[in-house]
T-cell receptor, first 112, second 113 residues
Framework: SAVISQKPSRDICQRGTSLTIQCQVD?????MFWYRQQPGQSLTLIATANQGSEATYESGFVIDKFPISRPNLTFSTLTVSNMSPEDSSIYLC?????????FGPGTRLTVL | QKEVEQDPGPLSVPEGAIVSLNCTYS??????FMWYRQYSRKGPELLMYTYSSGNKEDGRFTAQVDKSSKYISLFIRDSQPSDSATYLCAMMGLTGGGNKLTFGTGTQLKVEL
């Protein structure tokens, strides 16, 4: 398995601002993922972040809105840019080990 | 139609009951099947992981996969109040999507004393 931490655990932000979420893993992993979980809905993959390459975004998500960094094998950031109330959600990072994925505790974001 | 369908519940059972949680799916490319447990205000925790068809048992939990019917189940025996959580099924294919997981919406379970 893997121990994953996220910062911040929660935040309340104003419309139009940006928030950067950090994800730290206790071991080196190749694949990291960012998900969004909205109330009553499935977890939705935003992007896959592999170290040394550009993040791969899923349909409906773009780099300008959700820029991702992956500077090394234990760390990644997701920025939610120019936020609107529709971005209020839980954002989760996960790591892939073999064919299993392990999740962090999530960042609960509220946009006013 | 969603790729993965899961009854959102809520499902309420008495302590000690056998719980059956289910998901159906439409994508025949899915080969890996997972069940996650998510407590309120926590991240999903990997509970069971199964490759292809068959059964897998871990303590009070049994995962079943029937690929011919595109149907997976999670059984919880002797359910406890601590099992109260949302259970998410997730699936992954061998090709194309890499390690991309497709999730159900989750079933909320409450085990009552």
């Amino acid at each position: 398995s893997a121990v994953i931490s996220q910062k911040p655990s929660r935040d309340i932000c104003q419309r139009g601002t940006s928030l950067t979420i950090q994800c730290q893993v206790d071991s080196q992993v190749t694949m990291m993922f960012w998900y969004r979980q909205q109330p009553g809905q499935s977890l939705t993959l935003i992007a896959t972040a592999n170290q040394g390459s550009e993040a791969t975004y899923e349909s409906g998500f773009v780099i300008d809105k959700f820029p991702i960094s992956r500077p090394n094998l234990t760390f990644s950031t997701l920025t939610v840019s120019n936020m609107s109330p529709e971005d209020s959600s839980i954002y989760l990072c996960s790591v892939g080990k073999y064919n299993e994925q392990f999740f962090g505790p999530g960042t609960r974001l509220t946009v006013l | 139609q969603k790729e993965v369908e899961q009854d959102p519940g809520p499902l309420s059972v008495p302590e000690g009951a056998i719980v059956s949680l289910n998901c159906t799916y439409s994508n025949s490319a899915f080969q890996y099947f997972m069940w996650y447990r998510q407590y309120s205000r926590k991240g999903p925790e990997l509970l069971m992981y199964t490759y292809s068809s068959g059964n897998k048992e871990d303590g009070r939990f049994t995962a079943q996969v029937d690929k011919s019917s595109k149907y997976i189940s999670l059984f919880i025996r002797d359910s406890q109040p601590s099992d109260s959580a949302t259970y998410l099924c997730a699936m992954m294919g061998l090709t194309g999507g890499g390690n991309k997981l497709t999730f159900g919406t989750g079933t909320q379970l409450k085990v009552e004393l």
